[in-house]
Nanobody, 123 residues
């Protein structure tokens, strides 16, 4: 099991950028596939991006392709989500998640979650 703490969420204007961070506890961070999900009010939690254990493979949801970039620093036990060209529809609570196996995009595939960080994009 790994503990995850997200940070970096705030209010930003449309067209702006943010970088979210997710710090993980423990010494086995490099054995976890990591992902970001988001949940807007009244909507289900949805996949945003994922990155493999080594960082050499990534995947993105269609609405964020070309605008968001996921990365990780295993030496710092941290995964990031760089968000550019933000839109009001990106407003949501963003969650970091971890799993012991390969890349996956469903919420049910991930067993460890952070508490979330709020991102609000104003028009």
């Amino acid at each position: 099991q790994v503990q995850l703490v997200e940070s970096g969420g705030r209010l930003v204007q449309a067209g702006g950028s943010l970088r979210l961070s997710c710090a993980a506890s423990g010494r086995t961070f490099s054995t976890y596939t990591m992902a970001w999900f988001r949940q807007a009010p009244g909507k289900e939690r949805e996949f945003v991006a994922t990155i493999s254990r080594s960082g050499d493979s990534t995947g993105y949801a269609d609405p964020v392709k070309g605008r968001f970039t996921i990365s990780r620093e295993n030496a710092k036990n941290t995964v990031y989500l760089q968000m550019n060209s933000l839109k009001p529809e990106d407003t949501a609570v963003y969650y970091c998640a971890a799993r012991m196996f390969g890349i996956a995009t469903s919420t049910s595939a991930y067993g460890d979650w952070g508490q979330g960080t709020q991102v609000t994009v104003s028009s």
